[in-house]
């Protein structure tokens, strides 16, 4: 059991001042009375991993849940709009080939008509083989690349057919979310952390730095990549790898100027010989990055690859390693790991502040329902739940790379490599019928909302082929003549 209403006054503190240190700040001075005292410790000798500049469906609610301005937000942080993504070369490795992951939303024709658990607007689409974004009515300014004034003003009329969500500056957006937190009384203290002292029970009772000792009752371990308190002594959490499916494991990130005159409102990801390469498109730059395989291609070959790329010299920040994978258990007593720390997969989709904000979601559901006083059951309901969403999330992207291209050693290893059973359960599913939410709904366990709609698998799935045009035909089939024609109709009206 955890108490965290007894003794009075409690002592939360945040280790780690990225962004998720100081999102779980904000969120947790929210949540508990002003007597709790929420403090966090970061290192500017350390600083942050300064990428991860696009946030998912669930970014902007986060920020009105925690009352935080948006348009003081934008300003702040350099913000633009991201609806989507834009997958450039997964099927051929051309120039030409291009398709378009939007974030849907629930509100257009194709969402409201489901008939048996399928919606036929979209098998239609499907079995013709529609360009499937082209019913948002969003995606023609993406693809005129259109300003942010006319994104705001279609925005404003509610007839985009988007979630929208925000790109922003890793730097700004960690900034101001600490300028916010420091202006809610949240406390701080920049020190590096050299030891974390548990109890003989387990739990974490202080932190050391060369000078201080810091008492705690709840700490989050928001330490990025370092990990500093959940893959250590006293904790030990197992670490589940999924690198047997998602081959990438390395990055370089550098910045770039814009290749088109507007940001483009979408992230692009773009094939490279031993990967692929992120753009995201701010106001000023566009932050991007080239993530592959250290087994396939060396940093300086990188480098190159997309100096050739781009007929201009780049200058990487840094270089990123990571193991894709996640912790089984990221919440164990009192600590909780949030963030980077907790697990991390690879950009593809840009997941991670995502799944960072769905788990302080959850926490805040679990803390606030037990009255700050939750149950051994309580903290393994969550872990289960975190690890099926890191469990859906390894599926999806493992999706994206069954995309038939085989023409590098890269690609070649990427098409050898094996399915998860329960992607590949849905793959063999999906052979004979449309995606629909009974596949999705138990990757999402305990009262965790799902991260993928059945109309966001369908948006890659139709498009690299694992959905063939067939699966869409044979929903239709079982419709009444007048809906199977009204079907057909509004597909090629698309198609057209
Ligand atoms: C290549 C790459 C691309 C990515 N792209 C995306 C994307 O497009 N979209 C997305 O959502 N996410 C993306 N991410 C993930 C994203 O960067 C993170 O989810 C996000 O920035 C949150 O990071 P964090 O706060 O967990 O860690 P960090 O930003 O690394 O913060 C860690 C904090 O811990 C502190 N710290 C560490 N050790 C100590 C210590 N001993 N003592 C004191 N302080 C310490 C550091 O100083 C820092 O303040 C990407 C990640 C990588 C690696």
Request: net charge neutral.
């Amino acid at each position: 059991m955890l108490n965290l209403r007894n003794p009075s006054p409690q002592r939360i503190v945040v280790l780690g001042g990225g962004t998720a240190g100081w999102f779980a700040a904000i969120a947790l001075r929210r949540m508990f009375s002003p007597s709790v005292e929420i403090k966090v410790v970061e290192s500017s000798k350390i600083g942050i991993v300064g990428v991860g500049e696009g946030g998912l469906l669930n970014f902007i609610g986060a920020l009105h849940h925690n009352n935080i301005d948006i348009n003081e937000f934008v300003r702040e942080t350099g913000a633009t709009w991201k609806w989507g993504f834009s997958y450039e070369g997964w099927r051929t490795g051309k120039e030409d080939d291009r398709f378009f992951h939007l974030f849907a939303s629930q509100e257009t024709p194709v969402s409201r008509w489901q008939e048996r658990g399928a919606w036929p607007y979209l098998c239609a689409m499907v079995s013709q083989q529609a360009e499937l974004d082209s019913y948002i009515e969003a995606s023609r300014l993406i693809k005129n690349n259109a300003t942010q004034a006319q994104a705001a003003a279609l925005l404003d009329t509610k007839n985009a057919g988007i979630v929208p969500s925000f790109h922003f500056d890793s730097y700004k957006l960690a900034g101001y979310l600490k300028k916010v937190a420091l202006s809610r009384g949240v406390q701080h203290l920049d020190a590096v952390v050299d030891e974390v002292v548990f109890d003989e029970k387990g739990f974490a009772r202080e932190l050391r730095t060369a000078d201080e000792r810091i008492a705690l009752d709840f700490l989050i371990d928001a330490t990025g990549l370092s990990r500093k308190v959940i893959g250590k002594k006293g904790m030990e959490s197992e670490w589940v790898s999924f690198k047997d499916y998602l081959l990438m494991d390395c990055a370089i990130p550098f910045y770039m100027p814009h290749p088109q005159p507007n940001p483009m409102l979408v992230t692009r990801a773009v094939t490279m010989n031993a990967g692929w390469m992120w753009q995201i498109p701010l106001v000023d730059r566009v932050g991007a990055g080239y993530v592959f395989s250290s087994k396939y291609l060396r940093e300086e070959e990188a480098v190159k690859e997309v100096e050739q790329r781009l007929g201009y010299a780049i200058e990487p920040h840094k270089t990123l390693r990571f193991d894709p994978g996640c912790f089984r258990k990221v919440w164990q007593n009192n600590v909780m790991a949030l963030g980077l720390s907790s697990g991390f997969v690879e950009p593809l989709e840009a997941t991670s502040i995502g799944q960072m904000l769905e788990q302080l979601h959850s926490f805040e559901r679990v803390i606030t329902s037990s009255q700050g006083v939750v149950s051994d059951s309580a903290i393994r309901e969550f872990n289960e739940a975190n690890f099926t969403s890191w469990a859906c999330i390894r599926d999806f992207l493992r999706m994206h790379y069954d995309c038939g291209r085989n023409d590098t050693p890269l690609w070649q290893a990427v098409a050898k490599s094996p399915y998860p059973e329960s992607y590949r359960a849905l793959r063999e599913v999906w052979q004979e019928r449309m995606p629909r939410m009974v596949d999705v709904e138990n990757y999402a366990i305990h009262g965790w909302r799902g991260i993928f709609h059945p109309i966001n698998w369908t948006l890659i799935a139709a498009p690299l082929g694992v959905l063939p045009p067939e699966a869409g035909e044979m929903e239709l089939r079982r419709l009444t003549p007048q809906k199977y024609a009204e079907a057909q109709r509004y597909a090629a009206e698309v198609k057209n």
